[in-house]
């Protein structure tokens, strides 16, 4: 199983209370991975990224969905063990309106939050 699958399975396992769909979206380039449903009857879109080191690779199609749609998209970053063994969480999430600096700067940028708990109660109580 590719790298990203098992982070789609761990974040699908660990956040029961959201209803998701796998978007595998072949005609509009750029379209985010996921799209969620939560309790508060809320819509909104994961990218998913594995990343080998601290720079996170975004297409120019990913980019610019979330400059057109930056309200109520994420992306979730996860970074592969040993490369980057200095980091303390291995699940970062960042707000879609911050594609450009995360483009820029990669995992070096703050996320909004850090660790599979705290994205999952982030993404529930939108």
């Known amino acids: 199983m590719k ?6 399975q761990k974040f699908k396992k660990s956040t029961p209370n959201i209803s998701w769909t796998r978007l595998e979206n072949l005609s509009s ?3 985010p991975d996921l799209l969620g449903y939560n309790k508060n009857n809320t819509f909104f879109t994961v990218e998913l990224k594995v990343t080998r080191g601290k720079k996170v690779r975004l297409s120019p199609h990913q980019i610019s969905f979330h ?5 109520n998209s994420f992306i979730i970053v996860s970074p592969l063990v040993p490369r980057c063994e200095k980091l303390s ?3 970062f999430l960042y707000k879609g309106s911050r594609v450009l600096d995360l483009f820029e700067h990669g995992l070096l940028l703050d ?9 999952r109660l982030l993404l529930e109580e939108l």
């Open 3 to 8: 790298p990203e699958s098992k982070l789609w």
């Open 89 to 91: 969480e291995d699940i």
């Open 29 to 31: 380039f750029g379209t």
């Open 67 to 71: 400059v057109k749609h930056p309200e």
């Open 111 to 119: 996320a909004c939050c850090s660790g599979l708990a705290a994205c």
